[in-house]
């Protein structure tokens, strides 16, 4: 699973066999965790579902996602072998 940002003691990662599901990331700190869908046309995300999260922890989770949209999506096509959008 790779790790691709690590911030604030959350990672943000996802399994290099989803590429069956739309672009997405997990994100966990501790017994924390959450997923986020990444809506490429809109640059908006969607959160699938979150466990033990704050909605403090999740507005931090969000501004990492959103601030980092364009980086989540390289690395996603990257490690799924997926042409550049």
Not at 19 to 44: F, S, V
Not at 55 to 77: C, G, H, M, T
């Amino acid at each position: 699973m790779p790790t691709i940002i690590f911030i604030w003691g959350w990672q943000f990662y996802f399994f290099p066999n989803e590429g069956n599901e739309p672009i997405h990331i997990h994100a966990r700190k501790a017994e924390k965790t959450c997923k986020y869908w990444l809506d490429i046309e809109n640059q908006e995300i969607t959160e699938e579902y979150t466990f033990s999260m704050t909605p403090s922890d999740k507005r931090k989770v969000k501004a990492v996602i959103l601030e980092n949209f364009e980086y989540i999506v390289e690395q996603w096509n990257k490690y799924h072998g997926k042409a550049e959008s």
